[in-house]
């Protein structure tokens, strides 16, 4: 038969729920930590029904960090105290999302994706602040602030920025 697309399908099963009091500390490995003008970073999860005003990734406090953030219903990219992009799809309908948050410190951008779609651009970004290279990568949260309560699985970060074509193939890719 025909391949025929159907819009964006949630792969896999299981997810882990934070109830606004939990987060994961994921370590701050130095091959991961974007700490000059020559770095970059990405990150991407799924993720249903985040609270609005609370962080799903992110590294340390607002001065200091980076942090995928909901607000006003919307995935956002934070650089420092900054919400330098702003999603536009609706991620609290109680359906699964996939989020990609890009820092490039190469290019002076910030991205936000949306299941597989450049939502938003900026460039002559805030500066991170000092000593965030020191920071935690935390899930569910920024550091230790801002807890979510939503259901979160499939979390990646990698230390470059990957390329459009990479983000879906990492969002349709199928789980065991």
């Known amino acids: 038969g025909a391949n025929i697309w159907k819009g964006v399908d949630f792969v896999g099963t299981g997810s882990t729920y934070f ?18 003008a020559n770095d970059a970073v990405t990150w991407a999860c799924w993720v249903k029904d985040p609270s609005n005003g609370k962080a799903i990734l992110g590294i340390h406090s607002y001065a200091k960090g980076l942090m995928i953030y ?9 650089v420092g105290s900054n919400n330098d992009t702003v999603g536009t799809t609706d ?21 936000i994706y949306t299941d ?38 499939n979390v990646a970060i990698w230390n470059r920025e990957l390329t459009a074509t990479e983000i879906q193939n990492v969002m349709y890719k199928q789980y065991a």
Do not use: R
């Not at 109830?19 to 974007?34: A, E, M």
């Not at 909901?70 to 934070?78: F, K, L, R």
């Not at 699964?96 to 490039?104: A, D, K, Q, S, T």
């Open 91 to 111: 991620i609290k309908d109680g359906n699964w999302h996939h989020i990609v948050g890009i820092w490039n410190g190469v290019s002076d951008s910030v991205k």
């Open 19 to 36: 109830d606004g009091g939990d987060y994961v500390n994921v370590g701050n490995s130095t091959s991961l930590q974007p700490t000059g």
């Open 116 to 153: 597989g779609v450049l939502e938003d651009t900026t460039t002559s970004i805030t500066a991170l602040g000092s000593g965030q290279d020191s920071e935690s990568y935390s899930i569910g949260a920024n550091g230790t602030n801002n807890k979510t309560i939503a259901s979160i699985k």
């Open 70 to 78: 909901v607000s006003g219903g919307t995935a956002q990219v934070w």
